[in-house]
């Protein structure tokens, strides 16, 4: 009913840049808080960016680099990763706090990732 699908994974060099976006859609009432995640092979997920109404919030491995943006009338967000290093290599996944029509439930959806690797 509700569908989160990241893209603009791929492999960069380090200190290349890369964009990432994220598009919701189903039968959405409203989207709330939404994040950005990542997990690195070995790795526990971590956070690495939420943006909601109040501002965004970045993890400090990623501030300076990284910039989450979203366009609300679209349902979609971004993320600009700028001087990327190999250590940003991971699957990065969507995530969002998003309320449905009909019931007007609220939970969170997460996308299928998408693969950055950075290497030279």
């Known amino acids: 009913q509700v569908q989160l699908v990241e893209s603009g994974g791929g492999l960069v060099q380090p200190g290349g840049s890369l964009r990432l976006s994220c598009a919701a859609s189903?039968?959405?009432?409203?989207?709330?808080?939404m994040a950005w995640f990542r997990q690195a092979p070995g790795k526990q997920r971590e956070l690495v960016a939420t943006?909601?109404?109040?501002?965004?919030n970045y993890a400090d491995t990623v501030k300076g680099g990284f910039t989450i943006s979203r366009d609300n009338a679209k349902n979609t967000k971004s993320m600009q990763m700028n001087s990327l290093k190999p250590e940003d290599t991971a699957v990065y996944y969507c995530?969002?706090?998003?309320?449905?029509?009909?019931?007007?439930?609220?939970?969170?959806?997460w996308g299928k990732g998408t693969q950055v690797t950075v290497s030279s």
């Open positions: 943006i909601t109404t109040g501002g965004t």
């Open positions: 189903g039968i959405i009432s409203r989207v709330n808080a």
């Open positions: 995530n969002a706090d998003i309320t449905v029509l009909i019931t007007y439930r609220t939970k969170q959806y």
